[in-house]
């Protein structure tokens, strides 16, 4: 059986990327910090863990995977803080920090040797904001531009060993990720995109032919708008 590993899968895109990988035989170990909205099947483990205790999280998957064979790994896992960056505080910046880039990046070593003996694949879910500046998002556009350049270079490491790597840059999509923010993403699905869609473009990657990786690619709504969110 194929096993997955998907961080942040208790809400938005990861619960849809894990319901997408269920439906294909896929066994999903789902990490988040409380399934409020629980998947009722036999091939969907949560495991409930606060990814800022990285010891213990590092712990859990070192045991884990001496049980597990895993062959997709999906770090989807985020948290986004905004306004100007002299309003942040230090601990949302570790938080972002620790949750968008260094959490990907201890998995992915802890993982990388399971992943090349079964040829398998990584998915980066990164952000539009990584591709620009973002003014009043100079610290969560710094994490996810950081994410995508590792995700890129350890492609170029990795590609020989026939391991996939993937990165995903979505724009605004409808969930609960900015309510931190005082705005959020458009009720018109020309303007935002849903969780969906994102599974849906992870599914594209699956399904890719061996020899063929979808390296790269952005996800935008047809239309630019945001909503102003009321506090």
Not at 56 to 82: P, Q, W
Not at 129 to 150: D, E, I, P, R, V
């Amino acid at each position: 059986m194929t096993n997955a590993l998907v961080t942040g899968a208790s809400s938005g895109i990861g619960l849809a990327i894990s319901k997408m990988l269920i439906k294909h035989g896929i066994h999903v170990y789902g990490i988040g910090r409380d399934f409020k909205e629980p998947i009722e099947s036999e091939l969907f483990t949560p495991i409930v863990c606060d990814m800022l205790n990285t010891g213990k999280l590092t712990a859990g998957i070192r045991a884990l995977k001496k049980e597990v064979d895993f062959s997709i790994v999906i770090h989807n896992a985020g948290v986004g803080y905004f306004g100007p960056h002299e309003e942040q505080n230090p601990q949302k910046i570790h938080e972002m920090t620790c949750i968008n880039l260094e959490v990907p990046m201890l998995l992915t070593n802890l993982l990388l040797r399971d992943i090349k003996a079964s040829k398998g694949l990584f998915v980066f879910i990164s952000s539009v904001t990584a591709q620009k500046s973002n003014t009043h998002g100079c610290a969560y556009g710094a994490t996810k531009a950081g994410l995508s350049s590792f995700a890129r270079s350890l492609f170029d490491e990795v590609r020989k060993y026939d391991v996939r790597v993937a990165t995903i840059h979505p724009d605004m999509t409808q969930s609960d990720f900015y309510r931190n923010a005082d705005f959020n993403a458009s009720e018109d699905l020309h303007a935002s995109l849903v969780p969906e869609d994102v599974a849906s473009v992870v599914e594209t990657i699956i399904n890719q032919r061996d020899g063929l990786v979808i390296r790269d690619i952005t996800l935008m709504p047809q239309y630019h708008r945001i909503e102003r969110n009321p506090k």
